[in-house]
């Protein structure tokens, strides 16, 4: 997937279940909302979730999602779809900060992880 910008990714950081299978993942920006919609496959079972920041959603209930989501995006989640909040916890945020140090580690002359 290409991630355009860091809500995307902080969308996209959060565990998954090694056995679940991400068939299509599509993301959306909505009045400054943005939010991931996944279809998946988890042992013969198929389903989908909608993944919001909770930064940008936490006075917000499921069903206030639902309707967010049906009236101002035109996605019917439906009763069917699991909606998620990422934490994108202090703790997430550093280890993504230390894997990009890492990864780009060779760039920085003189730079080492002790």
């Known amino acids: 997937m290409n991630v355009t910008d860091e809500d995307q990714q902080r969308l996209l950081d959060r565990p998954i279940e090694e056995d679940t299978l991400i068939l299509f993942t599509r993301y959306h920006r909505i009045n400054q909302i943005p939010f991931l919609i996944e279809q998946w496959n988890w042992e013969g079972i198929h ?48 280890t993504r900060l230390i894997q990009t140090l890492a990864s780009n580690a060779h760039r920085i002359q003189g730079w080492r992880l002790r």
């Open 47 to 94: 389903g989908s979730t909608a993944v919001f920041l909770n930064k940008n959603v936490a006075g917000m209930t499921d069903t206030d999602l639902q309707r967010f989501s049906t009236k101002q995006a035109g996605i019917d989640l439906g009763d069917r779809t699991t909606i998620v909040r990422n934490e994108n916890s202090l703790a997430s945020e550093i």
